[in-house]
């Protein structure tokens, strides 16, 4: 890398791609570590950017595939557009796990607090996302409930000075087929109008399998003397046949089983509607005002083909609120950024199943025909924030902030409560599997504080350091999709508590951040032997991250992004007898990351070679099965044609590798996968038509 700022350095470290001497003499903006822009070098804990020209050249079929070189995330594809998150965490599941991280689009969550999804993030315009920045580690006082283990903003297009149209046509294995097409107006006087719109279809490399995809999104800026308004429209549509599990020890080994699918009756639904209007005004002594309403409409129908019985379920939610922040002059020695977060909910959820249960006497007697589940759910929550930077001294800078935040669920339900069928008849075996609690309120109160730090050794090297808290509310679906005997479930709010340390640097040919972080959860919510929501787990994570460049000659670059991390139950909870104290988590792989080699010999080729490595891990608290982890090996290549046109070219599983995107144990069925796609060509010609 030639000889550049500190901050400037930053744009190869994150961004995962190869930087000119021009952009060395630019400092990298983000927003948000402080919901404001900021330059990356005056962020006082980790956070990790995918460029644009990242984006481009990855140009993603699965959000996992990009989120691949942000270091501690470990996100596990399932099949068609649908994961299981991770960051600085096992790979979350169950029913609440989504709460462990937000995700949101331009700063708006894309689910409401209590109502997240595990598979939002395929309702964000990543495919068009101009950058999308990752927030490592608990961002509770800025972000609130569900920014535990971190933040994953995608940050859409914006209406650009100059008018313009794009169209992408793309190609692959197994019908794939993605075309897109964007619209910019430019800037007429003050106004701006800007239209993304993508297409895809997957017939999917397993039976059965495949989805239909359609984004859109429109935005329109208005920038004025003292006053910038911009507004964007986001909406996405789902259509999947999904592939479930196959079984087997070692079952993703054989090509024969990998495309099978034991579940072809199986679909997920959705649809997702987002309006909001972000003002921003410029006040007196260099202040500023933000004031962000918005609008959330999601619907989803999904098969529950993992579940006895496989009941469909209906669910959707309506939202309004509004986020809002003032800041004070971000050159005075002091700044404060103080605002107020607030939003409305009505959600629904359905749960029904049409045809009698199979398996043993107990699971058809227990799973009756009908409704189990039909209730809906009002909350509210408010929470006022504030976080005030230092610049104590040249090299010094502190910062300090707090959050309060309260949130109330009023619930309703529509049927019988108690664990009977839906007219009331009785199960055997002591009662149906499913409980429905009587109409009730609850209400949940978290404070969110942080202090951190940066310290500037020297013009190219820093030292930060930050303690932050997270926290997340119970979901709706923890408090009120109850089974067996439990009638009400107690459960207080998880919460983590983190601290870390980072080293950053930049000399003429490498760049690095190095970051050592501990973390440990309290309350946290899982579904025990009996059934039962509880909320007295407890669990350790420790970890070590690294991103890393460096220019091994004028036209080739390597890159790296890797973690090490231990994640360990810290309760006495019982399993199958045994207890799983100090047991390394299920799912958490000791070691993952990737790793880049670039060759760009002129504007015009760029070219990659990426390596991608996941190590072993257990499949169940116990610790008695494990997966054994794989390396996988991608091409990227990009050709500049002229002014107009480029060709993109991508062979993904370069050495067609037998693996699986996730693996699991169950009691029931044994050792289980995603199998991971075969070998697989993708072809994109790219085209600027104004």
């Known amino acids: 890398m030639r000889k ?3 901050a400037a350095g930053l ?40 460029s644009r020209s990242s984006l481009e050249l990855i140009s993603h079929t699965h959000i996992q595939q990009s989120l691949a070189r942000v270091p501690g995330a470990n996100f596990a594809r399932g099949n068609g557009q649908e994961y299981l998150p991770s960051l600085r965490s096992p790979v979350l599941s169950g029913a609440g796990a989504c709460g462990g991280l937000l995700a949101a689009e331009d700063g708006i969550p894309l689910r409401a607090a209590g109502f997240c999804n595990i598979n939002e993030l395929f309702e964000s315009g990543s495919e068009m996302a101009r950058r999308i920045e990752v927030v490592r580690g608990p961002a509770g006082t800025l972000y609130g409930s569900n920014a535990m283990h971190g933040v994953i903003n995608v940050i859409g297009p914006v209406v650009e000075e100059e008018a313009g149209v794009t169209t992408g046509l793309e190609g692959g294995p197994h019908d794939y087929a993605r075309t897109g097409i964007s619209g910019n107006s430019g800037l007429s006087g003050a106004h701006g109008l800007r239209a993304d719109l993508s297409l895809t279809h997957d017939g999917g490399y397993r039976d059965h399998s495949g989805f239909d995809q359609q984004k859109f999104r429109l935005a329109h800026r208005y920038d004025g003397v003292e006053l910038s308004v911009t507004t964007r429209l986001a909406v996405a549509n789902l259509n999947q046949e999904t592939a479930g599990y196959i079984e087997g020890e070692g079952a993703y080994r054989s090509r024969r089983l990998s495309r099978t699918n034991p579940n072809p009756e199986a679909f997920r639904d959705a649809r997702a509607l987002r309006l909001s209007s972000q003002v921003e005004m410029d006040l007196e002594e260099g202040a500023r005002l933000s004031l962000t309403p918005y609008l959330r409409k999601t619907e989803m129908e999904f098969l529950q083909h993992y579940l006895p019985g496989k009941p469909l379920e209906e669910n959707g939610q309506r939202s309004a609120g509004i986020r809002s922040s003032y800041r004070t002059d971000p050159n005075a020695p002091w700044q404060l950024i103080a605002g107020l977060d607030a939003e409305y909910t009505h959600a629904f959820l359905l749960e029904r199943q049409d045809t009698p249960t199979e398996g043993s006497e107990f699971l058809r007697e227990t799973i009756p025909l009908g409704r189990h589940y039909d209730y809906q759910v009002d909350a509210l929550m408010a929470a006022p924030f504030a976080l005030a930077n230092w610049q104590a001294s040249e090299s010094l800078a502190l910062n300090a902030g707090l959050r309060y935040e309260t ?6 339900n529509r049927m019988l409560a108690g664990r009977t069928a839906e007219d009331g008849t009785p199960c055997g075996f002591g009662g149906c599997r499913f409980s429905r609690p009587e109409n009730r309120e609850d209400r949940f109160e978290n404070w969110s504080p942080k202090i951190g730090g940066i310290y500037q050794m020297a013009e190219n090297q820093q030292l930060f350091f930050n303690l932050a ?10 408090l009120y999709r109850l089974q067996r005997q439990q009638t009400v479930a107690e459960l207080d709010p998880e919460e983590i508590a983190s ?19 501990a973390m440990h959860k309290d309350n946290v919510i899982f579904r025990d032997a009996d059934f039962l929501n509880q909320s007295n787990g407890k669990t350790k994570h420790r970890g070590v991250e690294l991103a890393l460049d460096y220019a091994l000659a004028e036209d080739w670059q390597l890159e790296m992004s890797a973690s090490y991390a231990e994640h360990r139950y810290r309760d006495d909870r019982l399993l199958d007898g045994m207890s799983i104290e100090n047991n390394l988590m299920d799912s958490a792989p000791r070691h993952f990351g990737s790793s880049r080699l670039l060759w760009q010999p002129s504007a015009q080729v760029h070219a990659e070679l990426e390596w991608l490595h996941r190590g072993g891990y257990y499949t169940d608290p116990q610790n008695l099965h494990s997966y054994p982890g794989h390396d996988l090996l991608n091409l990227r290549t990009r050709f500049q044609l002229d002014e107009r046109w480029a060709l993109s070219a991508r062979l993904i599983n370069l050495t067609d590798e037998a693996y699986a995107e996730r693996a699991d144990y169950s009691s029931f069925s044994g050792n289980r996968y995603f199998p991971g796609e075969p070998r697989s060509l993708y072809l994109e010609l790219h085209a600027t038509l104004l």
């Open 4 to 6: 550049g700022t500190l």
């Open 11 to 50: 744009v190869s470290l994150f961004a995962g791609n190869p930087v000119t001497a021009e952009e060395n003499r630019l400092e990298t903006i983000a927003v948000t570590g402080t919901r404001y822009e900021q330059p990356l070098r005056n962020h006082a804990g980790s956070l990790s950017l995918l």
């Open 407 to 412: 949130m109330v669920y009023d619930y309703d």
């Open 469 to 478: 808290h997270g926290f997340r509310a119970p979901q709706a679906t923890e």
């Open 499 to 517: 601290v870390e340390i980072g080293l950053r640097s930049q000399w003429e040919r490498l760049g690095y951040e190095l970051v050592a972080y």
